[in-house]
C-alpha cells in the first residue's frame, strides 16, 4: 500500500496562489491525481498526471488556474493553484491510481489510495 502525505495547505485570500505537494512513498511510478472535498459536498476530481508527467487532465472548474506537476526524482506531486476563489475551499487529497493504469482513469473511478488531506481555505 502506498503512502501519500500532502503538504502545503493554509488560509489564503481571493487572488492569492498556494502550492500543494504530495510525498510519495515507494519505488514504482503510478499516475496520480488531486481531489477536493467542500463541506457538505462529495469529494471531486481537481487534476491527473500520468507517470510520466507528459499527460495531465484537469476539472473545468480549475483549468487555466491549477497546474499539476511531478518530480519523479523526489517521489513528489505538486499542484500550483493560482487565481484561487472561496469556492476552491476544500480539503484536498493526493491520489494514486492502481500500479499501471493510465491517468484518464482519475476521471472516471475511485483511485487506488488517498492520502489524509489537507485544508485550503480560501477568504474573500
Known amino acids: 500500500q502506498l503512502q501519500l502525505v500532502e503538504s502545503g495547505g493554509g488560509l489564503v485570500q481571493a487572488g492569492d496562489s498556494l502550492r500543494l505537494s504530495c510525498a510519495v512513498s515507494?519505488?514504482?511510478?503510478?499516475?496520480m491525481g488531486w481531489f477536493r472535498q467542500a463541506p457538505g459536498k462529495q469529494r471531486e476530481f481537481v487534476a491527473a498526471?500520468?507517470?510520466?508527467?507528459?499527460?495531465?487532465y484537469y476539472a473545468d472548474s480549475v483549468k487555466g488556474r491549477f497546474t499539476i506537476s511531478r518530480d519523479n526524482a523526489k517521489n513528489t506531486v505538486y499542484l500550483q493553484m493560482g487565481s484561487l476563489k472561496p469556492e476552491d475551499t476544500a480539503v484536498y487529497y493526493c491520489?494514486?491510481?492502481?500500479?499501471?493504469?493510465?491517468?484518464?482513469?482519475?476521471?472516471?473511478?475511485?483511485?487506488?489510495?488517498w492520502g489524509q488531506g489537507t485544508q485550503v481555505t480560501v477568504s474573500s
Open positions: 491520489a494514486a491510481a492502481k500500479f499501471g493504469a493510465p491517468a484518464h482513469t482519475l476521471t472516471q473511478m475511485p483511485p487506488d489510495s
Open positions: 515507494g519505488r514504482d511510478t503510478y499516475a
Open positions: 498526471i500520468s507517470s510520466s508527467g507528459g499527460t495531465t
